[in-house]
């Protein structure tokens, strides 16, 4: 039963930080290409922008790793 509620801790964990970055990177992005549209200079600025909300999903990640190494050890 434990490892079951870990799992599904740990699913959550990385689901809900998926969700927020896809979110995130759909604002931006679509701002993004509107700001590029009337000036094509700022391609690698809104590049940046949008890649940044995938720490995110790597804090998720890393979190979820924790849960599963340090309470399910």
């Given at each position: 039963?434990?490892?079951?509620?870990?799992?599904?801790?740990?699913?959550?964990?990385?689901?809900?930080?998926?969700?927020?970055?896809?979110y995130a990177q759909g604002r931006i992005g679509s701002?993004?290409i509107g700001a590029i549209a009337e000036n094509p200079?700022?391609?690698?600025?809104?590049?940046?922008?949008?890649?940044?909300?995938?720490?995110?999903?790597?804090?998720?990640?890393?979190?979820?790793?924790?849960?599963?190494?340090?309470?399910?050890?």
């Amino acid at each position: 039963m434990e490892a079951g509620l870990l799992a599904i801790g740990a699913g959550i964990a990385v689901g809900l930080a998926a969700l927020a970055t896809g979110y995130a990177q759909g604002r931006i992005g679509s701002s993004g290409i509107g700001a590029i549209a009337e000036n094509p200079e700022l391609t690698g600025r809104i590049i940046l922008l949008v890649a940044i909300p995938e720490t995110l999903v790597i804090l998720g990640f890393a979190v979820a790793a924790m849960i599963i190494v340090l309470l399910g050890g």
